[in-house]
């Protein structure tokens, strides 16, 4: 299957936001292939944003936002998670970031469940640390390019109906816009 090109993360944020709702992220781990269908993610800008990592400056944490669109930003969080967003930005803008934060399950469940040491299905990736968890993704997915056919990557998946928008989730500023999108499969 293809991979999303480089073309469709250079939008606006949040419309890539929106847009990437549907479609299925692949993760190889030597032969073994998990997949899920995107069903929450959420839209961090820049100079408007004070909850994104890009508000204030370039750091070594948030470098790849300001980079090329389609690269992974995975950054680690609370001491203890990974999170995984896709960098997409207008061209007219310095940064931005889209995080994933839920799909729903389709190949690899086993492993999911053993890489998170969980058996049950419920809440098994709907969230964004356990997704990552779920995924094996890590420090060494950062920066990796998703428009690429490589161990990790995004491509078609479903088609979008009814998208649900809400606030976006464990954030303190910026706290009115709803950048918060979810599909129900």
């Keep these: 299957m293809n991979t999303l090109p480089r073309k469709f ?37 820049h100079k408007d944003d004070p909850a994104s990592h890009a508000y204030r400056k370039i750091t070594e944490r948030n470098k790849v936002m300001f980079g090329d669109v389609g690269m992974a930003y995975v950054y680690f969080t609370y001491g203890m998670y990974y999170c995984f967003n896709v960098v997409a930005k207008s061209p007219k803008v310095a940064a931005g970031a889209v995080l994933i934060r839920a799909i729903e399950p389709e190949k690899g469940i086993k492993k999911m469940q053993k890489n998170r ?61 709803l950048w918060n999108f979810k599909i129900i499969i």
């Design 9 to 45: 993360y250079q939008n606006d944020t949040v419309s890539v936001a929106k847009r990437l709702l549907g479609k299925k992220i692949i993760r190889r781990i030597g032969r073994i292939e998990i997949s899920g269908i995107i069903t929450e993610t959420e839209a961090y800008t």
């Design 117 to 177: 040491k969980k058996n049950e299905l419920k809440n098994l990736v709907n969230g964004p640390a356990k997704l990552t968890q779920a995924l094996g993704i890590t420090k060494e997915h950062y920066g990796l390019d998703l428009t690429k056919n490589s161990k990790l990557y995004i491509t078609e998946g479903i088609k979008v109906n009814n998208i649900i928008s809400s606030p976006r989730i464990g954030i303190k500023e910026a706290t009115d816009r």
